[in-house]
């Protein structure tokens, strides 16, 4: 078990086929895969990386097995120019650096609050927001702290956030995080 399994295992109870969906790092492309898969032909998956290296393997892995989705290289924070509000279904991200890749690009609080308050306003009501943070080693822990901060302030009368913790893994395990917009 880990925080990959937990954040698929809650993706595939939530999106249904034809959901609009919206992967905000996709780096290697596997959570981008797992929405096309899960929304089927009848949905529409947009998926948002800055590095090109990872727009590429996001689109390689996308025609290996099969699926579209529209994979577009800008910044996350920009996600509001793509969607309409309250029309998502759901929205990941994994923050963090590309495995392999440029290891002076990664995810930072400067974009990733913008980013999050983006897609929020994109969810319709009872859509999710599901959160990998990574933190520690050469990330650092100001992300996390941001984020976490950020996500206890939301307005309880129109989100529900659920933190989860690792209570006996070393080595700053990443936690999944799980937003809901509230149904009205
Ligand atoms: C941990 S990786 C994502 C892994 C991916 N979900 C997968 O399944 O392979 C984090 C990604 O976020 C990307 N990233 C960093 N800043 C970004 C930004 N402002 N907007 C969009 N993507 C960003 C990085 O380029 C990197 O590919």
Request: net charge neutral; proline share 6%.
């Amino acid at each position: 078990m880990n925080t990959l399994t937990v954040v698929h295992d809650l993706l595939r109870r939530q999106v249904r086929p034809g959901a609009f969906c919206i992967d905000a790092t996709a780096g290697r492309g596997r959570d981008t895969a797992l929405l096309c898969r899960l929304a089927g032909p009848a949905g529409r998956v947009l998926a948002f990386d800055i590095q090109p290296d990872a727009i590429r393997q996001t689109r390689e892995l996308l025609a290996a097995e099969g699926l579209r989705a529209e994979v577009v290289q800008d910044s996350h924070a920009n996600m509001a120019q793509y969607a309409a509000p309250g029309t998502v279904d759901c929205i990941v991200f994994n923050f963090g650096r590309l495995p392999g890749g440029d290891p002076h690009i990664f995810t930072t609080a400067a974009t990733s609050l913008p980013a999050i308050d983006a897609g929020l306003a994109l969810l319709r009501p009872g859509g999710v927001m599901a959160l990998a943070l990574y933190y520690g080693k050469e990330n650092g822990y100001a992300e996390r702290d941001a984020v976490l901060a950020h996500l206890r302030a939301l307005d309880d009368r129109r989100f529900t956030v659920l933190a989860c913790d690792w209570l006996n893994r070393r080595n700053d395990p990443p936690l999944p995080i799980f937003v809901w917009k509230d149904a009205n």
